[in-house]
């Protein structure tokens, strides 16, 4: 079992930057593959960025140049550096962990708001 809590939301101007982070508990973090999902009113969750175990990181086309999906595995913490803030990127940000071979695992913090405007 593995709980994941997001923290570092807010209101920001465009152009501004943020940084999330997302604390795991349970045992074997390193082995997870971890992501950053968002969700806009209205609209479905969507990919921002994935780390895998090995590091290999992937993201969505919008955010790609701007953001940065790091993980500290002795922390048990993945992070989501966002630069360049736009109002499109508003939405409530959401960190998930996948076992890499077991596709029952796999788990969902409960989110944190983005909110970019001036």
């Known amino acids: 079992q593995v709980q994941l809590v997001e923290s570092g939301g807010g209101l920001v101007q465009p152009g501004g930057s943020l940084r999330l982070s997302c604390a795991a508990s349970?045992?074997?973090?390193?082995?997870?593959?971890m992501g950053w999902y968002r969700q806009a009113p209205g609209e479905q969750r969507d990919l921002v960025a994935t780390i895998a175990s090995s590091g290999k990181t992937n993201y969505a086309d919008s955010v790609k140049g701007r953001f940065t999906i790091s993980r500290d595995n002795p922390k048990k913490t993945v992070y989501l550096q966002m630069n360049s803030l736009e109002p499109e990127d508003t939405a409530v940000y959401y960190c998930?962990?996948?076992?890499?071979?077991?596709?029952?695992?796999?788990?969902w913090g409960k989110g944190t708001l983005v909110t970019v405007s001036s």
């Open positions: 998930n962990a996948k076992h890499p071979m077991i596709s029952d695992m796999e788990y």
């Open positions: 349970g045992a074997f973090f390193s082995i997870y593959h």
